[in-house]
DNA sequence: AAGAAGATCAAT
DNA sequence: TTGATCTTCTTG
């Protein structure tokens, strides 16, 4: 599994290195095809510009701790925290099933793989992540909900996107969201350029 | 005490 | 394109 090492780098990298990993949570695993990188400092786009609770988490948490926070009222989403020269957290936006298919389609109540983890309120549904894993370790070799894995064969470098971010009013245009190219859990197309 | 904004999703 | 739904933070 990925140690604390892994995340102590810029989160940009972080963010980058993850696609192709896989997320193992108990039964269930996917592999990650969309991430998105957000910096603690300099970022009006991350929590840590606008919400003093998210500066305090990542003083207070160690690198590979899960953020994981309520959005719109409605789906928990969740960030793996990066803590190194730069700090920063890197959101988990989308998973291609790869184990426990029907656990995951029986909390999400649908059928069709492509639509299990396509987006970040999606993916957390599929594998049971909420609330009560703010502050777990993603990293922690013991008593850990959740944990990565290196894949059997990595993805071509080359297949990796990175274009603009989705669903955020600021900071936007930087290259921070990767993907992977042509994937069909992917939550939203890349847009061409960038 | 009240209001606004927000890293979304599914149905129309 | 719109409605659902609620936490955090700011303002009065």
């Known amino acids: 599994?990925?140690?604390?090492?892994?995340?102590?780098?810029?989160?940009?990298?972080?963010?980058?290195?993850?696609?192709g990993m896989e997320l193992v949570r108990g039964r269930c695993a996917g592999r990650i095809v969309e991430t998105e990188a957000y910096a603690a400092v300099g970022d009006e786009a991350a929590h840590t510009h606008f919400r003093p609770s998210a500066r305090e988490f990542v003083t207070r948490h160690r690198a590979g701790a899960a953020y994981v926070y309520f959005n719109y009222g409605m789906y928990w989403l969740a960030h793996v925290l990066v803590k190194g020269e730069t700090d920063g957290f890197v959101l988990l936006r989308a998973l291609e099933p790869v184990r426990g298919v029907p656990a995951?389609?029986?909390?999400?109540?649908?059928?069709?793989?492509?639509?299990?983890?396509?987006?970040?309120?999606?993916?957390?549904?599929?594998?049971?992540?909420?609330?009560?894993?703010?502050?777990?370790?993603?990293?922690?070799?013991?008593?850990?909900?959740?944990?990565?894995?290196?894949?059997?064969?990595?993805?071509?470098?080359?297949?990796?996107?990175?274009?603009?971010?989705?669903?955020?009013?600021?900071?936007?245009?930087?290259?921070?969201?990767?993907?992977?190219?042509?994937?069909?859990?992917?939550?939203?197309?890349?847009?061409?350029?960038?």
């Open 1 to 19: 599994m990925l140690d604390a090492g892994f995340f102590t780098r810029h989160p940009v990298d972080c963010a980058r290195d993850l696609i």
């Open 104 to 194: 995951m389609q029986k909390r999400r109540n649908r059928e069709d793989i492509r639509h299990l983890c396509s987006g970040p309120g999606k993916l957390t549904i599929a594998l049971a992540i909420d609330g009560s894993h703010h502050g777990a370790s993603f990293v922690s070799a013991r008593r850990h909900p959740f944990h990565f894995r290196v894949p059997e064969s990595p993805v071509d470098p080359a297949a990796i996107v990175a274009d603009e971010r989705i669903g955020i009013s600021r900071a936007k245009g930087l290259p921070w969201r990767f993907s992977l190219r042509g994937n069909a859990c992917v939550s939203v197309r890349p847009r061409p350029s960038a």
